[in-house]
């Protein structure tokens, strides 16, 4: 790689050791990728994924006061990850007690993202990139990211320029003020290797979509065809919605960094059909297709027939118009069933911003009144509690279905079951 | 006996059993658990990766196609590594991936533990291999399969 005068001199220590070993890190990061050069990083500003205080976690929180003890800072302020803990979530007195001992480190570390850069105290969420927030990059810009679901918002449909980098990687790109040349930031590496053919009879179920390319593409660029029949071709807040719901699912169940949708996403309404490579691959996707993904997801609940006993919806975090469309849902279907409250815990996770926002309106008022708690806490988070494991907990986040024991369920059948209060039929 | 030759993303050599996955390996669903619970023989906890949910992973040549899933990913593999959790190697059919490369990259510029990591061993690595086999790992990405 070939490093300018600046660079160099830091690789050679120019800015001290930690310095040095954080410039040899994305140097050999970059090199492996085949980066020439180092470019700059131009977003105002960065996100990292780290944002719990996870007692095992140490060798994290070592390496972040190695570097503010070195001096070593944040060249842009950041946001971060949810947090984990909220204690109006529902919890019983021995998971509160791992909770404790679990996230003992939370207050500790959320000091040391205020030393390396943090934007705000509630700078704490998945979604940076929604505009209550204030992280909202611009079509072109060069990001030191982390967070699969955000990466992918950013990349497909902002039209920003992020690798998928992990944790730690990201905050050095932020620290350095550059990333290694490579992969999504450049122009062929934006190219779609995959034709995703949408063939289904209803528009599909964001979460089981993603999912779906995810699986197959896993971390390649596929651009969806078909898609517009069912979500037009606006980018408005619920297109919006949906495609953060099925990118967060693409990321998680497989590796996609940026997928393009035809007529829909920006680069693939400016560049049209030169996005997609010579000998792209073709994926059809119908029904049938989808079905058979959804019913290959393991149920890992010790009692499969179990009564559920809470329900996460929000992962990655709600928008303002999602938590209005929720409410608005489930107040009908429980007025249609004669109930004026859940039949079990349900918990809606949205941004802390978004969270102070909805709170103002009267629809919250109307949430309030079916007994849904609003938390701006990591789902995985609180299911990482070896307590909660075990409990029977439905979802319809893919992402929380593949790195927990939590259930899936799709829109439909998580209404249907908080309104009845047991698993869907 | 067969050897394959790859490249050597982190140089490094080692002897040790293959635990081979040929679906994405999913690095924080699998180090989770163990990372949680302090297990130090790794044991996986990636309920959808049926070859591998349960297995211990410490010591062994992890041998995957890519990782996938949460961009955590590397930074958990630079945990399992500080705390001593780590495979002995990662050996990779096809390209390394982002994430995966992050982690052997970090736990090699950060921490003493030496987890050689080498990719592009060609598709017919992963359909030959098979876990338990014993793996040899030369600094030059010469890997070899017993």
Request: net charge negative; glycine share 8%.
């Amino acid at each position: 790689m070939q490093l300018n005068n600046e660079q160099q001199m830091i690789l050679d220590g120019s800015q001290g050791e930690v310095m040095a070993k954080v410039m040899k890190t994305l140097v050999m990061y970059g090199e492996t990728f085949g980066a020439e050069r180092m470019v700059q990083v131009t977003s105002d500003k960065g996100h990292l994924v780290t944002s719990f205080g996870l007692s095992v976690m140490k060798p994290v929180y070592s390496l972040m006061q190695q570097l503010i003890d070195a001096g070593v800072m944040s060249k842009q302020q950041f946001s971060v990850d949810p947090r984990p803990l909220d204690k109006n979530v529902p919890a019983n007195l021995l998971q509160n007690i791992v909770f404790k001992v679990m996230y003992s480190k939370q207050k500790q570390y959320e000091k040391q993202l205020q030393s390396m850069g943090l934007m705000s105290d509630d700078a704490f969420t998945c979604t940076c990139y929604m505009d209550e927030i204030g992280n909202k990059p611009q079509q072109g810009d060069v990001l030191s990211w982390a967070e699969s679901s955000a990466v992918v918002y950013a990349n497909s449909v902002l039209g920003a320029r992020c690798n998928r980098n992990s944790g730690i990687i990201e905050m050095f790109g932020s620290i350095a003020g550059c990333v290694p040349y490579f992969g999504l930031l450049t122009d062929d590496g934006r190219k779609a290797s995959w034709v995703v053919e949408i063939k289904t009879t209803k528009k599909p179920e964001a979460q089981i979509l993603g999912s779906t390319i995810g699986m197959k593409v896993m971390e390649e660029v596929p651009f969806i065809r078909g898609l517009d029949q069912f979500i037009g071709n606006e980018l408005n807040q619920q297109v919006k919605d949906y495609l953060k719901d099925m990118g967060a699912a693409t990321a998680s169940n497989g590796a996609v960094g940026l997928y393009h949708v035809d007529g829909l996403t920006p680069e693939a309404v400016e560049q049209k059909d030169a996005l997609i490579r010579d000998d792209a691959k073709v994926y059809v996707i119908d029904d049938a297709e989808l079905e058979r993904v959804k019913s290959s997801y393991p149920i890992v609940w010790e009692d499969p027939s179990a009564t559920p006993k809470l329900c996460f919806v929000g992962c990655p975090h709600l928008s303002l118009s999602q938590l209005s469309e929720w409410t608005d849902r489930l107040e009908k279907a429980l007025q249609a069933a004669g109930r004026s409250k859940v039949g079990l815990p349900v918990v809606f996770t949205a941004a802390p911003a978004v969270k102070a926002k909805f709170e103002l309106t009267a629809d919250f008022q109307r949430l309030k009144a079916l007994k849904i708690v609003l938390s701006d806490i990591c789902p995985l988070m609180y299911m990482n509690n070896p307590m909660c494991r075990n409990m029977p907990v439905i979802t319809n986040s893919n992402k929380l279905r593949t790195y927990t024991t939590a259930r899936y369920c799709t829109d439909d059948e998580i209404v249907e079951a908080i309104v009845k209060g047991g698993l869907p039929s | 006996m067969k050897t394959f030759k790859g490249r050597a993303v982190v140089p490094g050599t080692a002897k040790a059993e293959a635990l081979v996955s040929h679906s994405g390996f999913n690095t924080l669903a699998s180090f989770q658990k163990s990372l949680m619970s302090g297990d130090k023989e790794a044991t996986c906890s990636d309920q959808n990766n049926s070859e591998i949910f349960g297995k211990p992973m410490y010591g062994k040549a992890l041998c995957l196609p890519q990782t996938i899933g949460s961009t955590t990913g590397g930074m958990v593999l630079y945990c399992a590594s500080a705390l001593g959790q780590q495979p002995a190697c990662l050996l990779f059919s096809g390209p390394i991936d982002s994430l995966a490369a992050a982690g052997a990259i970090l736990s090699d510029v950060w921490t003493d533990v030496s987890m050689p990591t080498v990719d592009n061993l060609g598709t017919e690595f992963l359909e030959y291999v098979q876990t338990g086999k014993t793996i040899t790992v030369e600094a030059d990405g010469t890997v070899t399969v017993e």
